[in-house]
């Protein structure tokens, strides 16, 4: 069975937390990848950016329906959730518009796990860590690639 070490990209790209958007987005298109780890200063991951991170900073504001019930208003939607969109929408750096709750694997879980979280959580990059040191990355071209070899 293969595992994350066996199919990841050990050549890892990473951005700064101060890289901007438009120098981000030139690097995902030169790449040709998906997405990657945006990190601090000291080089630790602090999340991570995709194309639809990217892609979110230009669709339409969707306004929480609001119902007023005896002088007082109802959100029917999370209006923390229109405050991330503003804050995604008007950020001009990697760190600003980044995914800070990352989902990551370790170097030994096997494909069809990371399949899994891939599929389920709608990830298109996936860290690989080592005791929380990153090592790695793997991106659905990763996984197709290595469906392709055993073919």
């Given amino acids: 069975m293969l595992h994350a070490k066996d199919i990841m990209t050990r050549e890892i790209v990473t951005v700064l937390e101060e890289t901007s958007v438009k120098d981000l987005a030139k690097l995902l298109s030169e790449k040709k990848i998906s997405g990657v780890p945006v990190i601090n200063d000291n080089g630790n991951m602090i ?7 990217l892609i979110d900073q230009t669709k339409k504001v969707h ?3 609001v119902v007023g019930i005896l002088d007082s208003f109802l959100f029917l939607e999370s209006p923390k959730k229109l405050n991330k969109d503003l804050q995604k929408m008007a950020g001009i750096k990697a760190g600003e518009i980044c995914c800070r709750e990352v989902i990551a694997v370790e170097e030994t879980t096997p494909l069809d796990e990371i ?3 891939m599929s389920e959580k709608k990830i298109h990059t996936l860290p690989v860590t080592n005791n929380g040191e990153l090592i790695g990355i793997i991106g659905k071209s990763d996984i197709i ?3 392709a070899q055993r073919s």
Avoid: H
């Avoid at 999340?47 to 991170?53: F, K, L, R, S, Y």
């Fill in 115 to 117: 399949a899994t979280i």
């Fill in 47 to 53: 999340g991570i950016v995709t194309e639809n991170d």
């Fill in 145 to 147: 690639r290595t469906l």
């Fill in 63 to 65: 306004i929480p329906t």
